[in-house]
């Protein structure tokens, strides 16, 4: 049962226009989502998140949507440079809140994302 | 700035033998992880340990053990290897819960 779905394996835009990604989810008790970005042979690194209160989060070129009716969020990327061509993950974590309970995220399958020159 | 370190970077098993990925954070972080990642299926959680002393099952634990040797430490075992288990093993670790994990650089085994 795949909880964090991301459809689109790939996706190509040219540099400097906008990338849209997009993450659907089914767990309705997910209340934290995050974008990972990931280089070839190095481990992810985390890009933006984004809390259930809130409907978007923005850093900068990257901004994340949230839409808890319809369980889907975007990442979207403007202007797109061709350093940004990578694998995108999405990730969604159930509430826990304390120091010691641990932060268990289930993961999409990943969107590789080319920025053409 | 270390952050999440693992090792070995690369590893070549035959089926059966066993090994142990090891994995240290110099981050005083409470929560450490390991995931799995294979080709179109994301990243999948195998073990956590949310405190140092707890460790705790994820999606995909069959065929391995873990250890939180201390805070700093977690390491990953396979005691009998086979080709299934050939992928890309990540170590993570986090403040607590509801934090952003950061993972390490990645280890690949190919089990033949």
């Known amino acids: 049962d795949q909880q964090v779905k991301q459809n689109s394996p790939s996706l190509s835009v040219q540099e400097g226009r906008i990338s849209i990604l997009n993450c659907d989810y089914t767990n309705s008790m997910f209340d934290y989502f995050l974008w990972y970005k990931k280089y070839p042979a190095e481990g992810p690194t985390f890009l933006i998140s984004?809390?259930?209160?809130?409907d978007k989060n923005e850093d900068g070129r990257f901004t994340v949507f949230l839409n808890k009716s319809a369980k889907h969020l975007s990442l979207h990327i403007v202007p797109s440079q061709p350093g940004d061509s990578a694998v995108y993950f999405c990730?969604?974590?159930?509430?826990?809140?304390?120091?010691?309970?641990?932060?268990?995220?289930?993961f999409g399958e990943g969107t590789q994302l080319t920025v053409n020159p | 700035n270390a952050g999440v370190t693992q090792t070995p970077k690369f590893q070549v098993l035959k089926t059966g033998q066993s090994m142990t990925l090891q994995c240290a954070q110099d981050m005083n972080h409470n929560s450490m992880y390991w995931y799995r990642q294979d080709p179109g299926m994301g990243l999948r959680l195998i073990y956590y340990s949310a405190s140092e002393g707890t460790t705790d099952k994820g999606e995909v634990p069959n065929g391995y053990n873990v250890s939180r040797l201390n805070k700093r430490e977690f390491s990953l075992r396979l005691e009998s290897a086979a080709p299934s288990q050939t992928s890309v093993y990540f170590c993570?670790?986090?403040?607590?819960?509801?934090?952003?994990?950061?993972f390490g650089e990645g280890s690949w085994l190919t089990v033949v």
């Open positions: 984004i809390s259930s209160i809130k």
């Open positions: 990730a969604a974590s159930r509430p826990s809140r304390a120091e010691t309970s641990g932060s268990r995220l289930t």
């Open positions: 993570a670790s986090s403040l607590g819960g509801g934090n952003t994990i950061y």
